[in-house]
């Protein structure tokens, strides 16, 4: 073969190798073809056909010309109507493949397909009825033999029916431009486009009883296919997803770090910038950009750990990138910015745990958190204090002046409570106008003193409801007791309620002490 020849049988054996990659990478990304198995099935008949005309031009004999003429028409009479599969899929909403539907799309492709098997090798001429070759002089080659075919009815036949179908696959494609917008638009009219060209491919030979000395439709087929092929993906997967990427990371507001597997820095967003005081750089170390010891640790362990900055809290994730063959690439460091969550958190727990009227801790809480301190074994032997006290003819104030005066007494009080008692101590509302108080202080005369300078402020305490100013008195009750193993906080409350009452019956406005043993 001459050079120009060389160079058409080196353009078509390349086309089908570019059409046997398609195939393979479909198989190996199959969800980034989104479900389109008829997409890699139009590149494996173009990879029979490329293959097939390639080995074709390079023949010298007739019998392998025929052989390969053969392979190349085992995928022409199947690829107009898997064009059509694609519309189908790609036009109508929710289409489901119907074998017993579809198969008869396939029919007369099939019945091509024997046609076209069957001539030469046996009496069967439907399909071709004559062959010859000749010496093609022209652009692609000069004294070239090619093999001319001339046509026989069926061949007529499947292309009057490859017509037709791509005339229904244009008819598809345009329908659909007026049903979507945006990019689908722009694709289903480059589809439409991809169609009207085809049609335009085969009618001219519905005309010719030979078939060309150099067969430009596959060139043209291919050409056709591969914008299928880029209308369908470019969108997905060179725009959409790398747009999707580069707002999930450039864009992100969070905090994001990629290392590579020796964990030193390949890139990182703007935000990480924000938030970190060493100036990043290209191949930095972990330990040069976090100086936090204990944040460096969790990364190697690939733990999350949570940290303040600037006011603000984060919760540091590390994810592990693989390759295809589970190899550690790299880590993908992601601070997370949780100030919102954890104050919203932190928000109900104080809720849950708390009056909210007094700001006091309610019941439930007040009692698990001094069982917490009575059962913690380093507690075993100490003394410790509990206080109830009560409002003396609090249901007066709420019958004489109204609740929201009772509502005024109970949070002015709860207020004046809370700047005296000691820091360690536990501050609760039990229930109704009765509120506890656990003090940790081993001191009874402390406790008694500070008992006594309660019960005068609270007496002496102007509470300023609109026009009025109320003095509501407290009877306090005290429970000193030793921790011991059997020690319970429902005792506890039940002696100092005791106490409580007994300074209610004595007169009111008094305080009185129980004791689990008297002190020596």
Known sequence: MMHREMLLFGLTLALGFASLLVVIISLFFRRQFRGFWEIPLIFVLLTLYAFGYSLEIASETWTLKILFNHIQNAAIPFIAVTWLFIAKRYTIKNYKWDYRKELWFVIIPFIAFIGAQLYFYTDVEIYYTEASIVVYNGIWGQGMSVMILAKGWMYYVSQVYGLFTIGYVTFLYVRHIFKVTGIQRKQAFAMATCGLLAALLVFPGLFTPLTSEIDLSLYILAGIGFGILYTLLHYELLSLMPAANRSMFFGSNDPILVFDDKYDLVNWNNSATQIIPAKLAYQMSLKDIFLN???????????????????????????????????????????????????????????????????????????????????????????????????????????????????????????????????????????????????????????????EHLRKMVAGHDIVHDDLVLHVPISIGVYHFMVKDDSSVTECIAKADEAMYQSKRSGKNKVTIAYSHRPV
């Open 293 to 451: 010891n204990d944040l460096v640790e969790a990364v190697m362990q690939h733990k999350p750990y949570s940290l303040n900055i600037n006011g603000k809290h984060y919760v540091m994730e590390i994810d592990a990138l693989f390759g295809k063959t589970s190899v550690c690439l790299g880590y993908v460091i992601k601070f997370l910015e949780m100030t919102s969550y954890m104050e919203r958190i932190e928000r109900l727990d104080y809720e849950a745990t708390h009056d909210l009227m007094t700001d006091a801790l309610n019941r439930h809480s007040f009692i698990e958190r001094m069982t917490e301190s009575i059962r913690n074994p380093i507690n075993l032997g100490k003394h410790f204090t509990l206080i109830m006290y009560d409002f003396d003819d609090f249901k007066s104030v709420n019958d004489t002046y109204g609740h929201l005066a009772g509502d005024k007494v109970l949070t002015d009080i709860s207020e004046l409570v809370k700047t005296i008692i000691p820091k360690e101590s536990l501050f609760g509302r039990y229930g109704g106008e009765e509120f506890v108080i656990f003090d940790p202080s081993q001191n009874i005369e402390k406790v008694m003193n500070f008992c």
